[in-house]
């Protein structure tokens, strides 16, 4: 029985140290997809900014007509 002992606790901390790189992996995955999740944010910041500027510049050059028309 003393030696199944320490076989035992061979396996079980083989597989406990399976279990914990998992874990990792699994913690590495998360960060990578975190990382995509903000790249994709700043694109879209970036894009509706694009927009909204180019309403300002039509929204100018509207007003610009109106004013040209009015006098």
Same mark, same amino acid.
């Given at each position: 029985?003393?030696? @199944?002992?320490?076989?035992?606790? $061979?396996? =079980?901390? $083989?597989?406990?140290?399976?279990?914990?790189?998992?874990?990792?992996?699994?913690?590495?995955?998360?960060?990578? =997809?975190?990382?995509?999740?903000?790249?994709?944010?700043?694109?879209?910041?970036?894009?509706?900014?694009?927009? $909204?500027?180019?309403?300002?510049?039509?929204?100018?050059?509207? @007003?610009?007509? =109106?004013?040209?028309?009015? @006098?």
């Amino acid at each position: 029985m003393s030696r @199944r002992l320490p076989a035992a606790l $061979l396996a =079980i901390s $083989l597989l406990s140290a399976c279990g914990v790189a998992d874990v990792g992996s699994s913690a590495a995955t998360a960060a990578k =997809i975190k990382a995509q999740e903000a790249e994709q944010a700043r694109a879209t910041k970036a894009q509706v900014e694009k927009q $909204l500027e180019a309403a300002r510049q039509q929204e100018e050059q509207q @007003r610009k007509a =109106i004013d040209a028309a009015t @006098r």
